[in-house]
Nanobody, 128 residues
């Protein structure tokens, strides 16, 4: 059974940086397409960034494009989300997510319905 464990959340000032990490266990991480979603209080969960299992294909929501970077280290079973130039509106719980079904090296998930494994979430709070 695949498990995802996030770490690295916390408090940052607006304009600052944070990196959140997600370690996978219990499966073949190198074949999983991965994504980060976030959910702010009172709002729906939505996708922030995604990456194919090959690492060659990535997606970013418009709200984070140019500020966030998703990457993965298959040797460490880890996916990262580097967050720079943080804004108050980036405050949310960030969830690591995996699509464990191999859909090809260029595939990445965009919708919650495509996800079959979730992490527990890590809080990111940006002070203005």
């Amino acid at each position: 059974q695949v498990q995802l464990v996030e770490s690295g959340g916390g408090l940052a000032q607006a304009g600052g940086s944070l990196r959140v990490s997600c370690v996978a266990s219990g499966g073949t991480f190198s074949r999983y397409a991965m994504a980060w979603f976030r959910q702010a209080p009172g709002k729906e969960r939505f996708i922030v960034a995604a990456i194919s299992w090959s690492g060659l294909n990535t997606y970013y929501a418009d709200s984070v494009k140019g500020r966030f970077t998703i990457s993965r280290d298959n040797a460490k079973n880890t996916v990262y989300l580097q967050m720079n130039s943080l804004k108050f509106e980036d405050t949310a719980v960030y969830y690591c997510a995996a699509r464990t079904t191999n859909l090809g090296g260029s595939y990445y998930p965009l919708r919650q319905s495509e996800i079959d494994c979730w992490g527990q979430g890590t809080q990111v709070t940006v002070s203005s």
